[in-house]
């Protein structure tokens, strides 16, 4: 099973592993390549599969962090089926990812998802707070590492 099959249960966990294929930590790119981006994917990608991925990506890390997206707005295919249900679609990883999106946000979700704001994490996750404050991926510890700069940054100015 690949790692964006092995996503979790809830919807949003898939967006959150897409986002996460960038781990600004470790300094690694899920979507470095095509071969890297089929490895995760557990599919065959093209060189344009990538292209897209890549462009999704960085509008729902944009979106996630509160930053601005960038200039070009990105249109990606999905579906609407209605029979017992109605459920959104979309061909491909990207068009999975796209339609999860608009779940979420059609649900009033989508900003639960959420970009860890230390400069060296940038950890996507989905806030499951109850009154949606969750700032950070681990309080234990980026939250940990900002209150003890924060506390540093006072003491050395008294």
């Not at 295919?77 to 339609?99: C, F, H, M, N, Y």
């Not at 059609?106 to 900003?111: A, F, P």
Request: aromatic content about 6%.
């Amino acid at each position: 099973m690949s790692e964006y099959e092995d996503a979790g249960d809830d919807p949003a966990d898939q967006v959150v592993a897409f986002l996460n294929t960038l781990d600004v930590e470790d300094g690694v790119d899920r979507l470095a390549t095509t071969s890297e981006y089929a490895d995760w994917s557990g599919r065959p990608q093209t060189d344009r599969d990538l292209e897209v991925a890549r462009s999704l990506r960085d509008h729902l890390r944009a979106l996630a962090a509160g930053e601005p997206p960038p200039e070009d707005p990105l249109r990606v295919p999905i579906e609407v089926t209605v029979d017992a249900g109605a459920r959104l679609s979309g061909a491909g990883v990207v068009g999975e990812v796209a339609a999860v999106a608009a779940r979420l946000a059609i649900e009033g979700r989508l900003g639960r998802v959420k970009i860890c704001p230390a400069d060296d994490c940038r950890w996507a996750f989905y806030d499951r707070s109850k009154n949606h404050s969750r700032q950070w991926c681990s309080m234990e510890v980026c939250g940990n590492r900002a209150k003890v700069r924060n506390h540093r940054e006072r003491s050395a100015s008294t």
